[in-house]
């Protein structure tokens, strides 16, 4: 059973940045990707950004250029820096791991920019 953890999450003005952590209960890198997805107030939920097991990364073309995707092994845990927050970046931001063909998700954490 793999468990998640997403932390850093908060109100923020727009212009500002928020880094976003999620804790996974195992070794990150025995995940095939882990990624980071957010889900706005009746909209669907939208991939945001991914890491592959062997480090290659994409991003939501609403993503590039302002949000970061990384990882630190030590501690298992995978961080999306997120600068130059947009009120339209407002969202439950979710962590996932694929971990043999299974898809595992955090509890979410909220983001709230003001404009």
């Known amino acids: 059973q793999v468990q998640l953890v997403e932390s850093g999450g908060g109100l923020v003005q727009a212009g500002g940045s928020l880094r976003l952590s999620c804790a996974a209960s195992?070794?990150?890198?025995?995940?095939?990707?882990m990624a980071w997805y957010r889900q706005a107030p009746g909209k669907q939920r939208d991939l945001v950004a991914i890491?592959?097991?062997?480090?290659?990364?994409n991003y939501a073309d609403s993503a590039k250029g302002r949000f970061t995707i990384s990882r630190d092994s030590a501690k298992n845990t995978v961080y999306l820096q997120m600068n130059s927050l947009k009120p339209e970046d407002t969202a439950v931001y979710y962590c996932?791991?694929?971990?043999?063909?299974?898809?595992?998700w955090g509890q979410g954490t909220l983001v709230t920019v003001s404009s």
């Open positions: 195992r070794n990150i890198f025995s995940f095939n990707t």
């Open positions: 996932n791991a694929l971990y043999f063909g299974v898809e595992n």
């Open positions: 890491v592959t097991s062997g480090g290659n990364s």
